[in-house]
T-cell receptor
Framework: DSGVTQTPKHLITATGQRVTLRCSPR?????VYWYQQSLDQGLQFLIQ???????AKGNILERFSAQQFPDLHSELNLSSLELGDSALYFC????????????????FGEGSWLTVV | AQKITQTQPGMFVQEKEAVTLDCTYD???????LFWYKQPSSGEMIFLIY??????QNATEGRYSLNFQKARKSANLVISASQLGDSAMYFC?????????????FGQGTTLQVKP
C-alpha cells in the first residue's frame, strides 16, 4: 500500500459527460501529480500541484482541470469526454525535497480506470 | 531533450534466476533522479528503487538493485532470485531537478515474464 488513495477505482461513462477523480496523497506529502496512461501514449504527465498551487503543467487538455484543496487532497475534472479519454489515471504524491540525494520518492496510487462509451 | 529508452519490450526469465532490465536516459541536467516502477496486470504502479545522480553507491532494495553507470547514462534494474510474482511491466523514469518540479518522464516499459 503506497498510502496514496484514489477514487473511484473504475468508472464507465458516456461521451460528452463530466467526471471527477479524487486523490488523497500520502500523509505529509505536499505535492500531488496526475498522470494518464493509455495504450497509444504510454504514461503522460498531466499536472502537478504543490501545497495548493499549480507547479507544473504537462500534456493536459483544456477540457481537463485539476485543483488541490487546503487539506491537500486533489481532484481531476474531465469534461466533454471523448472515447479517446479512456485510460488509467494515476495520482502520485511526494514530499517537498531538494536535490537528487534527498530521496524525493514519488509514490503512485492504484489508479482510476476510466472507460468512455 | 529529456528521454528514457527501454529497448526490451519483453523479457523471459526462469524462476530463481537473476534478470537485468535495461534503461538508458538522456538529459543535460547534472542533477536528476532515476526511478523504477513495477506495474502488475492489476494496474497499480509500485515504486521499487531510486537512484540520485550524485549517489556514489548503486541503490539496492531487497532483491532489486540499480546498476547505475553515469558516463554511459544507463540505469539498469537487476532483479535477483526471480519469483513468479515478479511477472509484470517495469517502467524506468527520470526526474530532472533543475525544473523544480516533480515531473517524471517514463520509458515505454518492459514486460517481464517469470517461468516456473
Amino acid at each position: 500500500d503506497s498510502g496514496v488513495t484514489q477514487t473511484p477505482k473504475h468508472l464507465i461513462t458516456a461521451t460528452g459527460q463530466r467526471v471527477t477523480l479524487r486523490c488523497s496523497p500520502r500523509s505529509g506529502d505536499l505535492s500531488v501529480y496526475w498522470y494518464q496512461q493509455s495504450l497509444d501514449q504510454g504514461l503522460q504527465f498531466l499536472i502537478q500541484y504543490y501545497n495548493g498551487e499549480e507547479r507544473a503543467k504537462g500534456n493536459i487538455l483544456e477540457r481537463f482541470s485539476a485543483q488541490q484543496f487546503p487539506d491537500l487532497h486533489s481532484e481531476l475534472n474531465l469534461s466533454s469526454l471523448e472515447l479517446g479519454d479512456s485510460a488509467l489515471y494515476f495520482c502520485a504524491s511526494s514530499v517537498a525535497g531538494v536535490g537528487p540525494s534527498s530521496g524525493n520518492t514519488i509514490y503512485f496510487g492504484e489508479g482510476s480506470w476510466l472507460t468512455v462509451v | 531533450a529529456q528521454k528514457i529508452t527501454q529497448t526490451q519490450p519483453g523479457m523471459f526469465v526462469q524462476e530463481k534466476e537473476a534478470v537485468t532490465l535495461d534503461c538508458t536516459y538522456d538529459t543535460s541536467d547534472q542533477s536528476y533522479g532515476l526511478f523504477w516502477y513495477k506495474q502488475p496486470s492489476s494496474g497499480e504502479m509500485i515504486f521499487l528503487i531510486y537512484q540520485g545522480s550524485y549517489d556514489e553507491q548503486n541503490a539496492t532494495e531487497g532483491r532489486y538493485s540499480l546498476n547505475f553507470q553515469k558516463a554511459r547514462k544507463s540505469a539498469n534494474l537487476v532483479i535477483s532470485a526471480s519469483q513468479l510474482g515478479d511477472s509484470a511491466m517495469y517502467f524506468c523514469a527520470m526526474r530532472e531537478f533543475s525544473s523544480n518540479t516533480g515531473k517524471l518522464i517514463f520509458g515505454q516499459g518492459t514486460t517481464l515474464q517469470v517461468k516456473p
